[in-house]
């Protein structure tokens, strides 16, 4: 039978738009269907990861993404306020988009990456990734077309797709689907997938809110503070933050409603409750709404059935703390990118297709407890009802808030365990080698080449990162003086040495097999056997 394509891809969110490049870049025929007609138009996420930003990099566009959003300059603090233009209450100050690209070459330990995280609105993102993913010549990206049903045949799968103006129905045939399709994924219901996991109430990044993105030429010169790149009000009558989204006047602010609130509250209420965080009224122009909820750590029971696979926000929904819903739903399509792409291309094993749920499901567990830990802690923590007052008891509320949230916001935006450590631990495709990984925990990362876990980073003598001189699918360290050649294969393998005794102790052995998705499936001190090569592609 003829199919119409590979892999067919339901959703162009971040998710989607990944997957077409991992797959497209290995030659991988792949359609993608989106109902919208375009990329998302409201700003959305707000952080892009070091680790994300990593695989950005490996795809070539880290440089294109990072030049997206803020001005260069633009600094990337966390301020917290009573109200904006009252007292400021915390900050965290972090670098601009400029000064992150030379900064990151001088760092090591926990920071030894070869990206430091960007800034930036999902939708500037998206933009980015739809460009290339369009460019590649065996993608086809058809906006204005929604998916209605699938049918796994055993062999093949079949889509029903209708344009979303009117039309007539067309069915797809491919080997593999994918659906990408966020939070209400059909496809994940039809195959009676269930989502999994509390919805927590809390003061506050728990429970209904609502988004206004606006445009003010007056908001910098009313906040008699530096500038920040998240302002967040803190104070008893409503919470809420703010982001700038191009640091020349446009901004997305978000706020909590109370349960008496009305359940769509209009532009004029939604105008106030942004003046209740300014502190005083002032000239904008909305350009977007949209409610959402916050509070949610749920988790899909299963992430996919036979050829059919769910991706990003369809299995997994964050309360958007610690910025981890949009990152997690990149790495799915990271780790299923290669994965579908050694089946169509013929080089991997039966085992690949399971080896995705038993990697990506725990990964986005380990992630949703990290985001829930830092939503309980700047949403349980209440402010106190003097906080405001012109009074000793006043200042001293004031400064009790501000110690709290100076802390919470290091542990909540300074992550480099959660974006570096995150492991594969268990998976079937992994060679363990006896040595156990060091702690997971949120704010300290300490470079491992036990397998399971991603490639120790390393800058080279030329100024350039190890990473930029990995293969796209595997690549062979050979580490110091190391010289063996591995058994031949059908994998696609670069070999890379890599001379020097700091390389080879920082790997802790003279050979490491990395995966295209830069995760160290083996490592020792003679060439790996077939076995251990079969393994990693699920033979
Ligand atoms: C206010 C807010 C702030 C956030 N902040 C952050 C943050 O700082 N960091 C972070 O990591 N995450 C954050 N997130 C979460 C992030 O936005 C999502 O996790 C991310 O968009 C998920 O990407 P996705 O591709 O899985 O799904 P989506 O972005 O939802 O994309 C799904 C796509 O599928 C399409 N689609 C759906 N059904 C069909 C169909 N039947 N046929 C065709 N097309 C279909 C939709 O139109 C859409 O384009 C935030 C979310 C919100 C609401």
Request: hydrophobic residues 40%.
């Amino acid at each position: 039978m003829t199919l119409d394509t590979d892999v067919i891809v339901i959703g162009g969110g971040p998710c989607g738009l990944m997957l077409a490049n991992e797959l497209g870049r290995r030659g991988v025929r792949t359609i993608l269907l989106d109902q919208d007609a375009a990329t998302a138009t409201n700003p959305q996420a707000n952080a892009t990861q070091a680790r994300t930003m990593e695989h950005y990099r490996r795809l070539g566009f880290a440089d294109e993404v990072r030049a997206q959003g803020l001005p260069g300059d633009y600094p990337t603090d966390i301020a917290y306020f009573t109200r904006y233009t009252t007292h400021e209450l915390a900050r965290f100050e972090l670098p601009s988009s400029k000064a992150a690209t030379e900064l990151v070459k001088g760092l090591g330990g926990s920071w030894s990456a070869a990206e430091l995280p960007h800034r930036v609105s999902q939708m500037f993102v998206e933009r980015v990734l739809l460009r290339h993913a369009a460019a590649l010549p065996t993608v086809s990206i058809r906006h204005l077309m929604r998916a209605t049903d699938s049918t796994d045949h055993g062999d093949h799968v079949s889509v029903v797709a209708e344009p979303t103006q009117g039309g007539p129905a067309t069915t797809l045939t491919a080997r593999y689907l994918v659906a990408a399709e966020g939070a209400r994924s059909r496809t994940r219901q039809a195959l009676g997938i269930r989502l999994e996991g509390p919805g927590i109430e809390r003061n506050f990044m728990g429970g209904r809110m609502h988004a206004l993105f606006f445009r003010s030429r007056e908001f910098y010169d009313l906040i008699p503070h530096p500038k920040a790149w998240m302002y967040w009000a803190f104070n008893p009558q409503r919470r809420s933050f703010l982001a700038a989204v191009d640091g020349d006047g446009e901004f997305n602010f978000h706020c909590q409603l109370w349960p008496g609130d009305p359940e769509d509250p209009t532009e004029a209420q939604v105008r106030q409750m942004l003046f209740q965080a300014m502190g005083r009224e002032f000239e904008l122009e909305v350009v977007g709404r949209a409610s959402w909820m916050a509070g949610l750590a749920l988790l899909a029971e299963r992430f996919g059935q036979g050829r059919q696979f769910l991706a990003g926000d369809a299995v997994h929904l964050f309360t958007p703390t610690g910025g981890l819903g949009y990152n997690t739903a990149i790495e799915d399509a990271v780790n299923l990118g290669w994965k579908l792409a050694a089946l169509v291309n013929g080089w991997g094993g039966p085992g690949l297709a399971a080896s995705y749920e038993i990697e990506r499901r725990p990964a986005s567990a380990r992630n949703l407890s990290f985001s829930r830990a830092f939503a309980d802690s700047v949403g349980l923590f209440a402010p106190d009802p003097r906080i405001e007052d012109d009074t000793a008891e006043g200042a001293a509320a004031r400064a009790h808030a501000g110690a709290y949230l100076n802390r919470h916001s290091r542990a909540e935006f300074n992550i480099p365990g959660i974006t570096f450590g995150m492991r594969y631990d268990g998976s079937p495709l992994l060679s363990p080698d006896g040595t156990l990984p060091p702690a997971d925990e949120a704010n300290r990362y300490e470079p491992t080449a036990c397998p399971g876990g991603r490639a120790p980073h390393l800058w080279l003598a030329d100024g350039s990162s190890l990473y930029d001189h990995f293969g796209f699918d595997f690549t062979l360290l050979r580490l110091n003086t190391a010289t063996g050649t591995p058994p031949a294969t059908d994998i696609p393998l670069t070999l890379l040495d890599l001379p020097g005794e700091e390389a080879r102790t920082l790997y802790g052995a003279d050979y490491a097999l990395i995966r295209p998705d830069q995760i160290v499936a083996w490592r020792g001190d003679a060439p790996p056997s077939a076995s251990v090569l079969e393994r990693a592609v699920g033979k």
